[in-house]
């Protein structure tokens, strides 16, 4: 009933095709549109798509047309809100890395990205473009745990040694001799005497289209992805998949860089900083864990921004809506999700789960919402060595909170 009667007052009835527009003659060839192998896939269409189910809104307790319909029980108690935003803000604090942290290990990737373009402009028949991906890009660094990203994208499959060439080069114009040890097969060690260049790099394969390279005695590490443009991976889609997957995601996570820098550039004080705490959560909680990490960013991206398109909502209160979608069944099967902006599916996001993890994340986020109700934010963010384990029940302010029991489902023979 409630969603009934919150799509009657925000929605319009759908229309599977505009009234305006004549359909097109039977046997009609489109004319193709133009495509870059990285730009974002185009929105699908009532017109491209007759089946396709117009995007519509999520319920949302934000909402204003939700606001008219489910009046506040109680007012709302300031001296709450007063230490939910404490307790973030020193959290925040916390897991974010300091900028004497981040300086060298940002100059290190600076110049690894740098000279990877040179080692582009050398290569140009073979190397197609080199994008820089991850945390480092979008901002969101956590302690602990500061690992570049960049992807190098070859114009044809990605071979060992195309590879190795591009290190090889990439060694070469750091201007050190290269010297392969024998005691590690994969592994070459280069050292550098420029001042701007100290220390020690290596570089170590650790899977077809995956190198590290390392800095010492600093431990620096820079991961950096082979790939291809999209349309080569779908002419190689007879290949073995365990050999197309890396492709297919260091792809997706250029669209993903990419969409992420467009849409969150002008927040980047509240939707990095809640990417942050629910990573952390994400780590400590293994009913969040499941949460893949691009999944994880889209709904921090939709629980800053409201339906309404108004000022973006601050970081207390973004972080009790999105624990709230995902406790009305974010992630549901049939749930009004979101979908992945970057991929042509428009399926909602939770359609990658398994009905176990979209049933143990859902879980998980009402146990986290209620303890957050009774005012035992210091449990939920950890914060001077404090834990809750959400397995057992907690008792708090006379009250019990059981956990719910996961349900149960035929396994398919």
């Not at 959290?91 to 060298?104: D, I």
Request: aromatic content about 6%; charged content about 25%; proline content about 7%.
């Amino acid at each position: 009933i409630a969603h009934a009667q919150y799509h009657a007052t925000i929605s319009t009835p759908m229309q599977r095709r505009h009234p305006s527009r004549k359909p097109p003659l039977r046997g009609a060839r489109r004319r193709p549109r133009p495509h870059h192998p990285y730009s974002l896939p185009a929105q699908f269409t009532a017109d491209d798509h007759e089946d396709v189910n117009l995007e519509r809104p999520i319920f949302d307790w934000t909402s204003p047309a939700i606001g008219n319909i489910f009046k506040r029980a109680a007012p709302l108690v300031v001296a709450d809100e007063e230490k939910i935003v404490k307790m973030l803000e020193r959290k925040v604090e916390e897991l974010t890395p300091s900028k004497e942290e981040l300086t060298p290990i940002h100059n290190f990737y600076d110049c690894v990205y740098h000279l990877l373009q040179e080692v582009k402009t050398r290569l140009s028949e073979e190397v197609h473009e080199v994008f820089m991906i991850g945390s480092f890009l979008k901002g969101t660094e956590m302690v602990g745990h500061l690992v570049g990203d960049m992807v190098i994208s070859f114009r044809a499959l990605p071979t060992s040694d195309g590879i190795k060439k591009v290190i090889d080069e990439l060694m070469e114009l750091y201007n050190v001799p290269v010297k392969q040890e024998e005691d590690q097969e994969d592994t070459v060690t280069a050292t550098t005497s420029q001042e701007e260049r100290q220390g020690q790099i290596s570089y170590q394969r650790v899977s077809n289209n995956l190198l590290e390279i390392h800095q010492e005695p600093s431990g620096y590490i820079i991961k950096l992805y082979a790939t291809t443009p999209s349309q080569i991976l779908c002419q190689a889609a007879d290949l073995n998949p365990e050999y197309l997957k890396p492709l297919e995601e260091s792809v997706a996570a250029v669209r993903h860089a990419g969409w992420f820098q467009h849409n969150c550039r002008d927040l980047k004080d509240v939707v990095p900083n809640l990417i942050r705490v629910m990573k952390d959560l994400r780590r400590r909680f293994s009913g969040l864990s499941k949460l893949n990490v691009w999944h994880l960013e889209l709904v921090c991206h939709c629980a800053v921004i409201p339906l309404d398109n108004g000022a973006p909502f601050t970081l207390p209160v973004a972080f009790r809506r999105i624990l709230q979608l995902l406790s009305a069944g974010l992630f549901l099967p049939g749930a009004l999700s979101i979908p992945d902006h970057c991929e042509n599916d428009q399926a909602g996001i939770q359609s990658m789960y398994t009905p176990e993890d979209q049933d143990e994340i859902t879980r998980t986020s009402q146990i986290i919402l209620r303890l957050l109700h009774q005012g035992r934010i210091e449990d939920i963010l950890a914060i001077d060595g404090a834990s809750v384990d959400l397995t057992s029940p907690v008792f708090v302010n006379g009250v019990i909170i059981q956990p719910s029991k996961p349900i149960v489902f035929d396994k398919v023979k």
